[in-house]
């Protein structure tokens, strides 16, 4: 049974770019969500995807969006890039047995802005 | 706005219990306490939850003071691959986000 699986591993970008990130929830799940975590700091809860709709949404400015497909899966896009972007993103999902309390997170996407 | 409060460092023997208090003196009749950790380079994993009884589960155990205004995980017997991050958080059920704080570092020693 594949856990959550994020791709890619890791990818540098440049100032002002665009970049998508790609989750698979696991198996049996439909409802994903999206941290940022910075170095030496706690996940921050960017939002949630639930029936393909944004359920919630943290503290984070529009130049950072989503989408849930049928499937399941999720992209989170990120515009106009900064340096402060840096960070690693972890999506996370749960599913109807689990409810909203266990969250199974994916190993993260580490992204680099120069 | 920090609703739980963790030392920021403890260390811990090989074989012995480690104990991780968690402070949560603003927490709600609603408001459930949850530990995560994030071992080095791996997302955070769950490990327990609980409303105000004390609950156990295949990896820890959770302490809930009467007045619900602290708790502390026990790890029974820790090994090295516990040492971690961990992450106390408190949230209603309705609440789909987890608002991690800083944590406290877990470094078991041999």
């Known amino acids: 049974d594949a856990g959550v699986t994020q791709s890619p591993t890791h990818l540098i970008k440049t100032r002002g770019q665009q970049v998508t990130l790609r989750c698979s929830p696991k198996s049996g799940h439909d409802t994903v969500s999206w941290y940022q975590q910075a170095l030496g700091q706690g996940p921050q809860f960017i939002f949630q995807?639930?029936?393909?709709?944004?359920?919630q949404r943290g503290n984070f400015p529009d130049r950072f969006s989503g989408h849930q497909f049928p499937n399941y899966s999720s992209e989170l896009n990120v515009n106009a890039l900064l340096l402060g972007d840096s960070a690693l993103y972890l999506c996370a999902s749960s599913g109807p047995r689990t409810g909203t309390y266990e969250q199974y997170f994916g190993p993260g996407t580490r992204l680099t802005v120069t | 706005d920090a609703k739980t409060t963790q030392p920021t460092s403890m260390d811990c023997a090989e074989g012995r219990a480690a104990n991780l208090p968690c402070n949560h003196s603003t927490i709600s009749g609603n408001e459930y306490v949850y530990w995560y950790r994030q071992i080095h380079s791996q997302g955070p994993q769950y490990i327990i939850h609980g409303l105000k009884n004390n609950e156990t589960n295949e990896m820890a155990s959770l302490i809930i003071t009467e007045d619900r205004k602290s708790s502390t995980l026990i790890l029974p017997h820790a090994t090295l691959r516990d040492t971690a991050v961990y992450y106390c958080?408190?949230?209603?059920?309705?609440?789909?986000?987890?608002?991690f704080g800083a944590g406290t570092t877990v470094t078991v020693r041999a």
């Open positions: 995807y639930y029936e393909e709709e944004e359920r």
């Open positions: 958080i408190v949230r209603t059920s309705n609440d789909y986000k987890l608002s």
